[in-house]
């Protein structure tokens, strides 16, 4: 079993940054991939970023240029800088790790507000 505690999230203006946090306990080595998603209300959830134990990263695109994700194995966290930040990036965004064997753990979820 692997344990997501995510933080970060916030109220923020349109064009500000917030940086998301995510630090993972448990089972680490059963981990290859980290990411974030989102859901807005009504919508479907939606990766976001993702970062691979060999540092591969994937950017939607819908935020490209704006979002980073990045990695510390040491302290087996994940992080999601978000600037540039517009009012349709307002969801709940979920922290996730992928298994080597097809587990996904999925975090409690952190609330990203941007007012226009």
Do not use: H
Not at 11 to 33: H, N
Not at 63 to 82: E, H, P, S
Not at 86 to 103: G, H, I, L
């Amino acid at each position: 079993q692997v344990q997501l505690v995510e933080s970060g999230g916030g109220l923020v203006q349109a064009g500000g940054t917030l940086r998301l946090s995510c630090a993972a306990s448990g089972s680490i080595s059963t981990i290859k991939a980290m990411g974030w998603y989102r859901q807005a209300p009504g919508e479907q959830r939606e990766l976001v970023a993702q970062i691979t134990t060999g540092s591969g990263t994937y950017i939607a695109g819908s935020v490209k240029g704006r979002f980073t994700i990045t990695g510390d194995n040491a302290k087996n966290a994940v992080y999601l800088q978000m600037n540039s930040l517009k009012p349709e990036d307002t969801a709940v965004y979920y922290c996730a790790a992928d298994s080597f064997v097809q587990n996904r753990y999925w975090g409690q979820g952190t609330q990203v507000t941007v007012s226009s």
